[in-house]
């Protein structure tokens, strides 16, 4: 067969395809043997509040920086997320942020928190005492206060150095170092008291689970349960009041008591424990951290739940100034009820407790509210007595963490960036148009192999068509 002479146009189409398809080749020749560059960085730079770097709004954290991941995301790597931080964030904050870098995205940040590297650690002196050295070191502000405080309220208040040191003959944990926007935090580790613990009461429901509950944690427990007024009931070999013996002193009742005793007891450096009606003990008003002003009723049926003190009755607290809200239950009428309020009096700490029956949790509770009835009367004599109810924390974790937040999120998160430098031109933006489309081109393989493979195959068609091979 005699191959047809071609027209021109034919002829120029032919040609055409032929050189696009070795042009499509070189390409993907050169893609092959050319490294990847890099893409354009994200350098937009996302304005967080204060709420959204707060453990409490860790949700939506979580979503703000899955949506900014998303946005920064290209096919291929590197990526970049820059955030202005105007608060240091909070322990769960900073460790989310810090796993973005475990997705290969590059986190920068701006610092406008205005904190320091400020650091705190608590030490327990070796011997019998108890006593607790404190040091902090990276307050550099002169102008602003250096203030110490634990659980029961302030410590001590100084101008600022860039380090200091106290010897505490008792703390309260959380202790807590604040100078400004800074702020470092740490738990006490301090030894178990050896002193007893002495419960006044009468006898009843509330009273004897309590001595319960509080046996079951390990206290040493003395008690007297008041019959009438010369006839008591005694658990232990119950003593006169003293530091010596006695770390912490519970009331559970409203009946009459040595209110001058207590309370120089108290400001000796022992602690004290008004628990349910104990609160209405006019006698004690002038050391009490709150005032009890109604009592609210028990929500029916909250026992078998997984919030049951809302099944207890107890009393409308309102904290006196000064004194330290522990904990608050959520109500039905829009803010939340304290439920366990603390005060530093004297070398002491008084804790109220709003409970009025707080036996029911245990005898009618959940299978776990044994152990959560123990476990809150466990906590109270711990916050009481100056001592952790749980063990401190270890030293598994390689970040400093709540004793040095700043430097927590420096080894989190690298050091800050200037905010000039956050959005400067670099290398990465100022790419041509040949390296973007080369870049696209990488990204869509399968894009060339189309090309050439539809060019060879226009072309073949084409001189089949007119005869040729």
Known sequence: ?????????????????????????????????????????????????????????????????????????????????????????????????????????????????????????????????????????????????????????????????????????????????????????????????????????????????????????????????????????????????????????????????????IARFVQQGGGLVLGGDALRIAALTSISPVRATSTRGAVAGALLTSAPQRGLEAWELVATRGASVVRSDSSDHGHADPVLVAQRVGAGRVVASAYRNSWRWRMEGTDDGAAEHRAWWGGVLALAAGVPAVAGDTLADAYPGEAAPFADLVARLGGPVAADRAVAPNRATARSAFDALMDRLRAAPGLLFMVIALALLGEWASRRLRGNR
């Open 1 to 261: 067969m005699t191959p047809n002479v071609p027209n021109p146009v034919r002829s120029r189409l032919e040609r055409a395809l032929r050189t696009t398809a070795l042009l499509a080749l070189a390409v993907a020749m050169y893609l092959a043997s050319r490294p990847s560059g890099p893409l354009r960085w994200q350098d937009t730079v996302r304005q967080w509040s204060v709420a959204d770097v707060t453990d409490s709004n860790a949700t939506a954290l979580t979503t703000t920086v899955v949506r900014d991941v998303i946005a920064a995301a290209g096919d291929t790597q590197p990526r970049r997320v820059t955030v202005a931080l105007p608060a240091v964030p909070g322990p769960r904050a900073r460790a989310l942020l810090g796993a973005v870098g475990g997705a290969d995205i590059a986190l920068r940040w701006i610092d406008r928190t205005q904190a320091s590297g400020l650091a705190l650690s608590a030490t327990l002196v070796a011997g019998p005492s108890g006593a607790v050295d404190v040091r902090v070191a990276g307050a550099t502000n002169a102008s602003l206060p250096l203030v110490l405080r634990d659980l029961g309220g302030m410590l001590d208040s100084i101008p600022n150095t860039r380090r200091a040191g106290w010897r505490l003959a008792s703390v309260s944990s959380p202790l807590r170092a604040l100078t400004g926007a800074s702020e470092a935090r740490v738990t006490a580790r301090q030894s178990a008291p050896t002193r007893r613990v002495m419960v006044m009461a009468q006898p009843g429901w509330e009273s004897k689970f309590v001595v319960a509950a509080l046996e079951e944690a390990g206290w040493q427990v003395d008690g007297s349960y008041r019959l009438s007024p010369r006839a008591a009931i005694t658990v232990g070999a119950p003593a006169r009041l003293d530091t010596a013996r006695y770390a912490v002193v519970v009331l559970l009742d409203s009946m009459s008591v040595d209110a001058t005793g």
